[in-house]
């Protein structure tokens, strides 16, 4: 079987990392990227070609629900999970109304809940979308 690939997208290296870390421990057949912001994410889409994108909203140049639109208008196979800090209702809508497939709140979610959600997206790997 293939590995799975999944990018990060996160402006904050220092989580980015520990993200990506604990994701490898959990998964060791993952293969995982990083990105910084919304060139860097297409970047890496266009080579990587991940099946599950974690994207934060806050990012330098173009936030990343308006990334997350562009992605699922070019890539409607990827799966996006919003990671962000900020639990708004209206974050919320616009990361539906673009085609988002989980929102998760950083502060309010355990690694634990975000490895139980990874683990429901590969197993069930044929379903567009899961929550």
Do not use: W
């Not at 085609?99 to 683990?119: D, P, W, Y």
Request: proline share 4%; net charge negative; no cysteine.
């Amino acid at each position: 079987m293939n590995p799975f690939k999944v990018l990060i997208v996160e402006d904050n290296l220092t989580f980015r990392h520990a993200l990506a870390e604990i994701l490898q421990s959990q998964f060791a057949e993952m293969l995982i990227a990083e990105a910084g912001n919304g060139v860097e994410a297409f970047e890496k889409i266009n080579i990587f070609a991940p099946k599950l994108i974690f994207m934060d909203v806050r990012l330098p140049g173009e936030n990343g629900l308006e990334v997350t639109r562009k992605i699922k208008l070019q890539y409607p196979e990827i799966a996006v999970i919003i990671l962000t800090s900020y639990d708004l209702p209206e974050y919320r809508d616009v990361a539906l109304r673009y085609g988002a497939n989980h929102f998760i709140v950083k502060g309010s979610s355990t690694f634990e809940e975000i490895s139980s959600l990874v683990k429901s997206y590969l197993a069930n790997r044929n379903n567009r979308y899961f929550v």
